[in-house]
């Protein structure tokens, strides 16, 4: 099982003060890894940061709002200098606004695509030019979605953000293969968290997803987080540039 632990490691994990970032934080620390977790809520990462604490071998919080895409460049410096240079990048944070596309506001569309795909690709390459600096591989794991693959009406801004992590997750690992940095995405179904607490507290949704999934059930963020763990260790060193739809079956029927 060596394969699968990532003592020694450094993980960066956004959106890591709840729900699916979270939940991969947990599992990378009980994986042996050192965890940062971002997101904008400090006493929130604060809170979190103090249940890992004694799991993992090194927890830190640091807060910062990606969709300031302008500074994620001097963040991240501030991180490498004050704590490392992480060897995992998680992209975990990520929003959604609902509603017909002839109403959501062009605010709407860009505070989506900001978030969900812009900082992605800012962080992932401030966080391989450190790698690449320093000849050394490294790991990320970004979070897209069943839309990356398909739509539902009512969700256009994060269908096309979900769409967009798929290709750039490819364009990326093709990019940095040679240089051992391996990206790859996991795409989850439908999960209870606070982003889809309206979803799973409207009866007719809640119901629809259990008779849609193939599994008959909402996923946990622990579903999610034990392949993220094994998508950052050497047991998966041969692959890259693939979205991993952890789905519950959803998208194997219709
Ligand atoms: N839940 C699902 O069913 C599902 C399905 C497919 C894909 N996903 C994707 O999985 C990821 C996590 O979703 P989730 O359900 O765990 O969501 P969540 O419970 O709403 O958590 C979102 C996390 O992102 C952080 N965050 C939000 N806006 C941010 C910003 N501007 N800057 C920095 N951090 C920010 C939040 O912290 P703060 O609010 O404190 O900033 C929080 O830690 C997202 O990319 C989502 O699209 C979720």
Same mark, same amino acid.
């Given at each position: ?5 990532l003592?020694g490691?450094l993980?960066l994990? !956004?959106?890591?003060?709840r729900?699916?970032?979270?939940? =991969? ?17 400090? =006493?929130?990462?604060?809170k ?11 927890v ?7 969709a300031?895409?302008q500074?994620i ?5 501030s991180?490498t200098?004050?704590i490392g ?11 959604t606004r609902?509603g017909?596309a ?9 505070a989506?695509?900001?978030?969900? !795909? ?11 030019k450190?790698?690449?600096a320093a ?16 739509a539902r ?8 953000s979900?769409?967009a ?18 990206v790859?995405?996991i795409a989850p ?11 799973v507290n409207?009866e ?10 193939p599994?008959?059930?909402w996923?946990?963020?622990e579903?999610i ?12 060193a041969?692959?890259t ?5 952890v ?5 194997a029927?219709f």
């Amino acid at each position: 099982m060596s394969r699968f632990r990532l003592d020694g490691r450094l993980a960066l994990v !956004t959106g890591g003060s709840r729900g699916i970032g979270f939940g =991969a934080a947990k599992a990378l620390a009980e994986s042996g890894a050192g965890v940062i977790l971002v997101g904008r809520n400090e =006493a929130e990462l604060q809170k979190k940061a103090e249940e890992l604490r004694g799991i993992g071998p090194a927890v830190h919080v640091s807060p910062f709002d990606l969709a300031d895409s302008q500074n994620i460049a001097a963040w991240f410096e501030s991180i490498t200098e004050s704590i490392g240079s992480p060897d995992i990048l998680i992209n975990a944070a990520g929003m959604t606004r609902r509603g017909p596309a002839v109403e959501l506001s062009l605010e709407d569309w860009n505070a989506v695509i900001a978030l969900n !795909t812009t900082a992605i690709f800012e962080l992932s390459r401030q966080f391989a030019k450190k790698l690449l600096a320093a000849e050394r591989g490294g790991r990320i794991i970004n979070i897209a979605s069943l839309m990356t693959a398909a739509a539902r009406a009512g969700t256009s801004p994060y269908t096309a953000s979900k769409g967009a992590v798929g290709q750039l997750t490819k364009a990326l690992a093709v990019e940095w293969a040679k240089s051992g940095i391996l990206v790859n995405a996991i795409a989850p179904g439908y999960i209870a968290t606070e982003l889809t607490e309206p979803l799973v507290n409207d009866e007719a949704f809640d119901t629809w997803v259990k008779q849609r999934c193939p599994l008959g059930r909402w996923g946990e963020p622990e579903d999610i987080a034990w392949p993220i763990v094994f998508l950052a260790s050497e047991a998966a060193a041969f692959i890259t540039g693939q979205v991993i739809y952890v789905d519950g079956g959803w998208l194997a029927t219709f």
